[in-house]
Structure formats: C-alpha cells, structure tokens
C-alpha cells in the first residue's frame, strides 16, 4: 500500500495528466458545419472535366463519375468525401440523366470538393469510342516487342510506357 502523500501526489499527477488530455473546446471561429442525416442533399454533382486545351464538362450536373485512380477504382455520387486522388491510365465514365459517356485518360488529377463539385484535370482524354480494338491490340504488341528487344534505354522506357497505356486502354475497351 502506498503512504497517504505518495498516494495523493500520484492521484494529482493522474488528473493533472487527464486534464492535459482532454481537448480544449474549439473557439466559435473553429465551427465546422455538419451535416445532419435526415438533411437534404443535391443528388447530384457538379462536374468540372478539363484539359489543358479545353472543357469537356464545365460546372454540369452529372450523377455519378467513374474513375481508375492510384488508390484504386472509384465511384463517385453527390455527398462524396472531399478527396484528391491521382489518376492513372484507364477509363472515366461520366453517368447523366441521359446515359453513360466513357472517356479513356492518360493520368492527371480528380479532386472532390465538400459542396457536391468534383473537378477532374486531366493530361489527356478521348471517347473510348474513337479508338479500334484492332489497332491497340497490334499497337500493344509492338511495343512489347520494343520492351523486350535490344534497343537504347530511352528507347525501352518508351516501350514501357506505351505498354502501361496500350493494356489500360485494352482494358477499358474491353468494359465498355
């Protein structure tokens, strides 16, 4: 059993130590709005979709946008956690009202805003429909054969690069 002073100073210690634990409550300042489950929310999200050249979607209303990103495949409706998310290769589907848009982009960035805004940059994107199977399959073999021969070390990286975006592309032909 501890004696009686070193016992109240230990207790002392304990709450000084709880004390210096517990979160200070945020000034009024630090207020962050929370949304309440039964509130209302904009079923829809507005998409800002642009290119260094041009605005494939500029501040519309869609209902969901698919997405293959670093962190893996996303699927994106209104309410979404804010996020920013690198994207790779593959394919981007925009649903509206209407239907399904695909696009194939080569990489850039997604970011979903708080407010149901989601902004999509991106290096490059074309509709998935402009591009032949045919022509990427033979496009992908040649540069396998690239990757795999005796050519220049700029070379070989090239090749594995072209590989990367050929088989992403084969892959979102092939989900379409």
Do not use: W
Not at 49 to 76: K, R, W
């Amino acid at each position: 059993m501890l004696a009686p002073i070193a016992r109240s100073s230990l207790l002392r210690s304990a709450a000084r130590s709880a004390a210096a634990t517990r979160a200070a409550p945020l000034p009024s300042s630090f207020a962050v709005a929370r949304r309440g489950y039964a509130e209302a929310v904009s079923d829809k999200l507005q998409l800002s979709f642009i290119l260094p050249h041009s605005a494939i979607y500029s501040n519309q209303e869609v209902t969901q946008v698919n997405a293959c990103t670093a962190s893996g495949d996303m699927g994106i409706l209104s309410a979404h956690v804010p996020s920013v998310e690198s994207l790779k290769p593959g394919l981007l589907e925009v649903i509206e009202s209407s239907g399904s848009k695909k696009f194939f982009v080569s990489g850039g960035f997604l970011v979903m805003h708080p407010n149901n805004k989601l902004t999509v940059n991106a290096i490059e994107a074309f509709p998935l429909e402009d591009f032949s199977p045919d022509a990427v399959r033979s496009a992908l073999s040649e540069a396998q054969r690239v990757a795999s021969g005796s050519g220049s070390p700029e070379q070989k990286a090239e090749a594995e690069i072209e590989v990367e975006v050929y088989t992403a592309l084969q892959a979102a032909l092939g989900r379409a």
